[in-house]
């Protein structure tokens, strides 16, 4: 198997994260994995007979961001002209949907965002959920809210504020980060979360198209599984590219949206470009390192429990980099981890999460305890460990904010000289 932890080493017919989002691979079995996607050369159709969240579903909260300001955000519809799209090269462009989180002003009539758009999570109720052991229609998908305000002002006293970019596991949507992207907005950064079109189950277009994913190959190898690891990671990381340079468009007063809806006021001035970082779960963690290494624009990057993949095994970084690890792989027994952290020659810091699995760096790590009426218990676990859903959530937004605000924001910290003190589930590795 390729030395990604998403995969149990104990289990190598699962495959990696290529469905169901954060963990569904350590679930599905490789048949399993390859039902239900769209065709790469046939567009998604509008899902207008895909049945919604049931009403009576089980709510879901997550929980609330910590720090000094309310939060806002705007999701992004980018397309770059300038290339095909690398997963279906028959599409003369490449279409994505971002969103921006933010510091906001107090008060006003804004909508709150949901987690999910509506046919986001009619498509997840029926094809992603049930990867994840939860029956379609036992969970209000539709019903889970963010924190953040749709289109608020962003908070003028805040100051030019950081940008950090955020990328998700492989097949995961840009929403399974959203615990630890409110809280960084809320203490001082933009924010901008990316979904990788046609690698994640589902990205949901304004007016409700859905586009799904690619079919994955029969044999899922591990050599198949790596190149498609790979394929992906480039994929991404030209997508990172792309979005820094819309962010710079969006600084310079040019609105980047394809729909030219109105942008929340004070954003375009808001934003420091000087100082940009990145942070991925699992392939998206690889994904922040590579752009790190190739694009000057990024600072800082971390990495969440993700195996590297590409050049940058090699090469590591001579940049500021966070590795935070769950309980499945280790320094020992994923030689990637051991390339990139022999090759980078910056600031780095290795950090584990103890009891922790690979889903816990997701936000499955707090909706998972609120289902288990309506999933088997030994998945949950399998999924995102034994470790109290909101040590592992509060040790994980302590350290992403401190490494970024000591990077981004030159503001000193000790957390990383003993972070086992204040959080007793993280040692220190390297």
């Not at 922040?288 to 050049?311: C, T, Y």
């Not at 949950?380 to 350290?399: F, K, V, W, Y």
């Amino acid at each position: 198997m390729p030395t990604d932890p998403t995969a149990p080493r104990s289990r190598p017919a699962r495959r990696e994260f290529l469905r169901a989002a954060a963990a569904a691979a350590v679930l599905a079995t490789v048949g399993t994995a390859c039902s239900a996607t769209n065709s790469p050369t046939r567009p998604a159709a509008k899902p207008t007979a895909t049945p919604s969240p049931s009403a009576t579903g089980r709510p879901v909260s997550l929980p609330a961001p910590t720090g000094h300001w309310p939060i806002g955000t705007v999701n992004l519809h980018l397309v770059d002209r300038t290339r095909h799209d690398p997963l279906v090269p028959s599409k003369p462009f490449r279409e994505l949907m971002v969103s921006v989180w933010y510091p906001a002003e107090r008060g006003g009539k804004f909508p709150v965002a949901p987690w999910l758009g509506s046919a986001a999570a009619a498509d997840w109720d029926k094809r992603s959920a049930p990867l994840l052991t939860v029956r379609s229609g036992a969970v209000d998908w539709r019903g889970i809210q963010t924190h953040a305000r749709i289109g608020a002002p962003v908070a003028r006293p805040a100051g030019k504020l950081p940008v950090v970019l955020f990328s998700s596991g492989d097949g995961g949507d840009r929403a399974l980060g959203t615990t630890l992207v409110e809280e960084l907005a809320s203490q001082g950064y933009v924010v901008v979360t990316i979904d990788p079109t046609y690698e994640v189950d589902q990205v949901e277009f304004p007016g409700g198209r859905v586009v799904r994913n690619t079919p994955l190959p029969e044999k899922l190898t591990p050599k198949v599984i790596e190149k498609l690891l790979d394929k992906h990671s480039r994929a991404r990381v030209a997508d990172a590219g792309f979005v820094l340079t819309q962010i710079d468009a969006l600084a310079h007063g040019r609105n980047p949206d394809a729909e030219k809806k109105p942008l929340p006021a004070g954003l375009p001035t808001a934003m420091d470009l000087s100082r940009m970082g990145m942070y991925g779960q699992s392939l998206g963690g690889s994904v922040a390192a590579q752009l790190a290494h190739d694009d000057p624009r990024i600072s800082a990057a971390a990495n969440l429990d993700g195996g590297f993949h590409g050049p940058v095994v090699r090469t590591g970084v001579a940049k500021p980099f966070l590795l935070m690890t769950s309980d499945v792989n280790t320094f020992e027994n994923n030689a990637s981890w051991k390339s990139f952290w022999a090759a980078s020659t910056g600031w780095k810091h290795a950090l584990h999460l103890r009891k922790a699995k690979h889903g816990s760096y997701s936000d499955l790590q707090v909706i998972f305890p609120q289902l288990t009426p309506h999933m088997k218990i030994p998945a949950a676990s399998e999924l995102i460990g034994t470790i109290d859903p909101h040590r592992s959530l509060a040790a994980q937004r302590a350290t992403i904010t401190a490494f970024f605000d000591v990077h981004l924001k030159n503001r000193p910290t000790t957390l990383f000289d003993n972070p086992g003190g204040r959080y007793p589930e993280v040692e220190i590795l390297r």
